[in-house]
């Protein structure tokens, strides 16, 4: 029941003074607490069972304590739990109380006792007492597994009883009620029409009875019962088979029997679902690390997994751990970017033919650097600062490619991490911190070394590459064709210029002088540009995958051990903590499984015994023929 699976419990409901706890002293032979306003507060589990002593041993257990007592002192007792569980005010608790009563000669059976059921608040009750009770009474009788023991006082009409009512909500039927009445000997008068008309619908019958009067023994009270129902004029009308406690108490073993029977398959199952889904919770939940040598283990374990996982998506472009996540397929996504920065490369230090400035900046230059010398040599200085300039406009792309990178870079490998780390959250702010730092540094070192290359780029300017003066040479092929549309004025003003295409050069007719040398320069600059656009695209995306390289392979395992083992991180021990909610939590679901494991070796046990009995009453009824 702890563990949320409804077992054939037999629920006791009345009206108050319908005399519920009478019935209840009667069946167990020993006194209960009595007094003003509601007597019982909380559920009270009633366990009674027979024993071949004659010494009776009462046990009060509630809150995970057990406390022993004695039928002098239970009442007591009772009272004080219940003020331990529900309050010393008139406050009622769903927690309940089980009374265990091994006695000699009571019925085996366990019953479960509900505040009795009041409409109007007396003596400091609280004022929505009748909802409290209500949905106490609800909670227990709605499942179908449970019996409904329905106590009537036979001075009141039974369809006003509101347990009648109740129980009626539930079972409409009336298929698992059972109907005591008390009190037969204060009207007897019409009892007999009353339990035999039946107007409530009670499913499994009447008992009628007569509770202990005053001080009597409870031996002295069955006497007078008998006595009662076999010689009163009106009560000794009815049927033997439904008067008496006796009656009553062998009526409930064989109900409860038959209960148990019809629930165990189910409980067998439902007690095989809840223990295979606890143990798989209890599987899936973070690993706990007891020792040193665990938390090593586990370390290496999620570093080396992790490790997998980033060569497999960032280096080899495997990607069958993540199908769907287009993210992390990090070989293609890199290759995109890198696409994108080369194109952005070209499209920034693109110009514009057709706006009249073709060959301007080059012939400016030329005339700045004119010195006392042959005019057909072209100074260095000019080709270098057109280089320059060139490299100044696209001087921040690599940069800010080389950021975006990283940063996709560090989300892929966060997202790796904390997939790995899933199951040792105590290790998860601590790893994530130094790859986070790691990633810093590794990014602080591309962004070094990205900035050396462009500086590189423009201070010096080599190639060994033999494209370079055969695209310049082809370019300049077209040299003469120019100078003659440029020099014949007669000629359109558009030249289709190879590698440029329409080139607007009406403009160059009056600078004809120096057109030559600023066409031969430009296409020097413009060959290398080329050269120096794929240089670089090559040198980032070289200098990329050697740094993830040496990330994965290397320092992250040491950078992560160090982060955390270092002297000042508090070392292993601080791996070893885990939180309190889930410390607890793990505990409650370790006890748990060890209840369903007894339970089930208890149920297990039953079923043996009944097939091996062949009859399921012999086990349930050899005690109760003894007594
Ligand atoms: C200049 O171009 C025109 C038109 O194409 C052509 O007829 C003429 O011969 C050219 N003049 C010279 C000097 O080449
Ligand atoms: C859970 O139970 C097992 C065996 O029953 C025990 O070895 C283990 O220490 C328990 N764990 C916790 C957290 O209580």
């Not at 909380?42 to 010494?55: A, C, E, F, G, T």
Request: hydrophobic content about 40%; charged content about 25%.
């Amino acid at each position: 029941m702890k563990e949320g699976i409804q077992l054939p419990t037999i629920v006791v409901v009345g009206d108050q003074s319908s005399g519920k706890s009478s019935v209840l002293e009667s069946l167990a032979g020993i006194s209960l607490p009595r007094g003003q306003g509601i007597c019982t507060r909380v559920p009270l589990i009633m366990r009674l069972q027979d024993h071949h002593s004659d010494k009776v041993e009462l046990q009060l257990e509630y809150e995970s304590k057990t406390i022993q007592t004695s039928e002098a002192r239970v009442s007591d007792a009772i009272n004080v739990a219940t003020e331990e569980i529900a309050g010393t005010g008139k406050g009622i608790s769903h927690t309940p109380l089980t009374l265990v009563v091994r006695k000699k000669g009571v019925p085996d059976l366990t019953m479960i006792d509900l505040p009795g059921i009041t409409r109007v608040p007396v003596h400091g009750q609280p004022e929505d007492i009748y909802e409290q009770i209500s949905n106490i009474i609800k909670d227990y009788i709605s499942p179908k597994e449970s019996i409904i023991l329905n106590v009537l006082s036979a001075t009141v009409d039974f369809p006003t009883c509101e347990s009648i009512r109740m129980s009626q909500l539930v079972d409409k039927t009336g298929e698992r009620t059972l109907a005591v009445v008390t009190k037969s000997d204060r009207a007897p008068e019409g009892l007999l029409e009353k339990v035999t008309t039946d107007a409530i619908n009670i499913g499994l019958g009447y008992v009628c009875v007569r509770n202990r009067i005053g001080d009597e023994s409870y031996e002295e009270a069955r006497t007078k019962e008998a006595e009662l129902f076999e010689s009163h004029p009106l009560l000794s009308k009815i049927d033997k088979s439904i008067v008496g406690i006796p009656v009553l108490a062998q009526k409930l073993v064989e109900i409860q029997a038959a209960s148990i029977a019809r629930c165990l398959p189910e409980i067998v199952k439902k007690i095989n679902d809840k223990l295979n889904q606890n143990v798989d919770e209890l599987s899936q939940m973070p690993q706990n690390l007891a020792s040193a040598g665990d938390a090593m283990k586990a370390l290496f374990h999620i570093t080396g997994a992790a490790k997998d996982s980033l060569k497999k998506i960032l280096l080899q472009g495997e990607f069958e751990e993540y199908p769907e996540d287009k993210k992390m397929h990090c070989t293609a996504r890199m290759a995109d970017m890198l696409h994108d920065f080369s194109n952005q490369l070209y499209s920034k230090s693109a110009e514009d033919t057709l706006s009249g400035n073709f060959l301007i900046d080059e012939i400016k230059l030329l005339e700045e650097s004119e010195g006392i010398g042959l005019p057909n040599f072209i100074p260095r200085t000019v080709f270098l600062v057109l280089l320059q300039r060139k490299v100044d406009q696209i001087a921040v792309l690599p940069l800010v490619f080389m950021t975006k990178m990283w940063s996709y870079i560090e989300d892929v490998v966060g997202d790796v991490l904390t997939r790995h780390l899933a199951a040792y959250p105590q290790l998860k702010s601590a790893t994530i911190r130094a790859t986070q730092n790691l990633l810093a540094q590794s990014k602080k070192q591309s962004e070094n070394h990205v900035r050396e290359l462009v500086q590189m780029e423009m201070i010096a300017d080599y190639t060994s590459n033999p494209e370079y003066m055969k695209n310049w040479a082809s370019l300049m092929a077209q040299r003469d064709r120019l100078m003659e549309v440029i020099r014949n004025a007669s000629q359109p003003s558009l030249f289709n210029l190879n590698g440029f295409g329409q080139v607007q050069v009406g403009h160059l007719r009056q600078k004809s002088s120096m057109v030559e040398q600023a066409f031969d320069i430009k296409m020097r600059v413009t060959v290398y540009w080329k050269i120096v656009v794929m240089r670089l695209v090559d040198s980032l995306a070289m200098h990329l995958l050697f740094s993830l390289q040496k990330l994965v392979n290397h320092d992250m395992l040491h950078g992560i051990v160090d982060e955390l083992m270092g002297p000042q991180r508090g070392g292993i021990e601080r791996m070893l903590e885990e939180s309190p909610s889930l410390a607890g939590k793990r505990e409650r679901m370790n006890r748990s499984i060890k209840l369903l494991k007894q339970s089930k070796d208890v149920v297990a046990n039953i079923m043996d015994r009944i097939s091996a009995d062949g009859q399921f009453d012999n086990i349930l009824f050899q005690d109760q023929s003894e007594a």
